[in-house]
């Protein structure tokens, strides 16, 4: 199965500060079909996860523009430009390009 | 309004079996490949399998198909997730979700707790 691994683990922010979330594949996520299949979610407290960007970049509905993702290949990032208190809960990154799908192991952001 | 309602979670016994389901309303069930996915108190989070809209497919993740079944039942709307042969690691809170465009968990359930232990 394919590995993600999400740094850092834990990350404090201040509200309007600037974060960035990392996270690694154990094998490149482009597929054949030139898609590459890597998506970010938030699971804010007690709540179920949601969607915030597809396909690396692509913004989900609803999802305010202060997150961004990039990346390409093995290495990916999810950029929040200013938090706000409503984005502290933890963010997970998922690959759908290798069956089966599979999880990082979050990075839970708290306010500092 | 999408709604996915889990049900059917609990303490059970190593070893014993359960059935999950899970209630759709909300848009047409039978137009939709659903999965499963499960968190674990850990907070690790696992893809179990999907399921076909119309039932004829099933795909799982390896480590679980010897042990998990989901079925659908269309007339119903209804997901399961058939749980044998449970063990103490099997413990988590397990997802219905559906799919949109492009998107492989779009909606969420409210998951359903499920505990192992003797």
């Known amino acids: 199965d394919v590995v993600l691994t999400q740094t850092p683990p834990t990350s404090s922010a201040t509200i309007g500060q600037s974060v960035s979330i990392s996270c690694r594949s154990s094998q490149s996520l482009l597929d054949s079909d030139g898609n590459t299949y890597l998506y970010w979610y938030l699971q804010r407290p007690s709540q179920s996860p949601q969607l915030l960007i597809y396909l690396v970049s692509k913004l989900g509905s609803g999802v305010p523009n202060r997150f961004s993702g990039s990346g390409s290949g093995t290495d990916f990032t999810l950029k929040i430009s200013g938090v706000e208190a409503e984005d502290l809960g933890v963010y997970y990154c998922v690959q759908g390009t290798h069956d089966p799908y599979t999880f990082g192991a979050g990075t839970k952001l708290e306010l500092k | 309004e999408v709604q996915l309602v889990e049900s059917g979670g609990g303490l059970v016994q190593p070893g014993a079996s359960l059935k999950l389901s899970c209630v759709a309303s909300g848009f047409t069930f039978s137009d939709y490949w659903m999965s499963w996915v499960r968190q674990t108190p850990g907070k690790t989070m696992e893809w179990i399998g999907d399921i076909k809209y119309d039932g004829s497919y099933t795909n799982y993740a390896p480590s679980l198909k010897n042990r998990f079944t989901i079925s659908r039942d269309n007339a119903k709307s209804t997901l399961y997730l058939q749980m044998s042969n449970v063990r103490s690691e099997d413990t988590a809170t397990y997802y219905c979700?559906?799919?949109?465009?492009?998107?492989?968990?779009?909606?969420w359930g409210q998951g359903v707790m499920v505990t192992v232990s003797s």
């Open positions: 979700t559906i799919p949109s465009l492009g998107i492989p968990f779009d909606y």
